[in-house]
Each structure stands twice: as C-alpha cells, then as structure tokens.
C-alpha cells in the first residue's frame, strides 16, 4: 500500500511558476511509477507528466512540454513537478498517482494509488 499527499499548489499569475510534491508513505516507492495528472471543471481528467520507478524515464503530454519538469528523489519518497511559465489553460486540480510497477503509464487505469490532490489556479 501507497498513500500520497501531493501539495504545493495555489494561486498564480500567468508566467509563474510552482512546484508541486507528491510525497508518499512505504519503505518501497522507489519500486512505483508516477504520474502526474489533473482535472479541470467540466473535463475529464487528462494525464500531464509520468516518472519511472528510478527516475530514468520521464514524459510529458504535449501541452505542457517544455515548460513541466518531473523528478523523484527515492530517499525521500517525493516526486515533484516543477512547473513553468503557467497558462490560464493550466488550471485545475492536479493529482499524483502510483504504480507498482517500474514502468511508467500516460493512462490513468494504469494507477492504483491516488492523492487528494492540490488545486492550481493561474490568473491571466
């Protein structure tokens, strides 16, 4: 079992910029894959940045590329989403998500383990 508490979010003026955290409980989340997704009012949730088990692997939907950073640091059980350069369009709900599983996934079904999440909003 994996428990999450992601936080960091808030509000921000398009342009800036925000780091989130995802921190988790278990001695083995250096063995989990994580992603990073959100929901925004009226839309489906949508996948926005994926990490490998170890870090080595990383992805990015193509709205954010280039602006989000993904990193993990195992020895704290942290994955973060260093986020750049904030768009209006960026708002939402953003939640992290484990599996068991080195492997990382852009499909949410792929997660067994979800965080609260942490409310972005981004003003224009």
């Known amino acids: 079992q994996v428990q999450l508490v992601e936080s960091g979010g808030g509000l921000v003026q398009a342009g800036g910029s925000l780091r989130l955290s995802c921190a988790a409980s278990?001695?083995?989340?250096?063995?989990?894959?994580v992603g990073w997704f959100r929901q925004a009012p009226g839309k489906e949730r949508e996948f926005v940045s994926a990490?490998?088990?170890?870090?080595?692997?990383?992805a990015y939907a193509d709205s954010v590329k280039g602006r989000f950073t993904i990193s993990r640091d195992n020895a704290k059980n942290t994955v973060y989403l260093q986020m750049n350069s904030l768009k209006p369009g960026d708002a939402a709900v953003y939640y992290c998500?484990?599996?068991?599983?080195?492997?990382?996934?852009?499909?949410?079904?792929?997660?067994?383990?979800w965080g609260q999440g942490t409310q972005v909003t981004v003003s224009s």
């Open positions: 998500a484990a599996r068991g599983w080195p492997a990382m996934s852009r499909y949410d079904d792929y997660y067994a383990y």
């Open positions: 278990g001695r083995t989340f250096s063995s989990y894959a």
């Open positions: 990490i490998s088990s170890s870090g080595g692997s990383t």
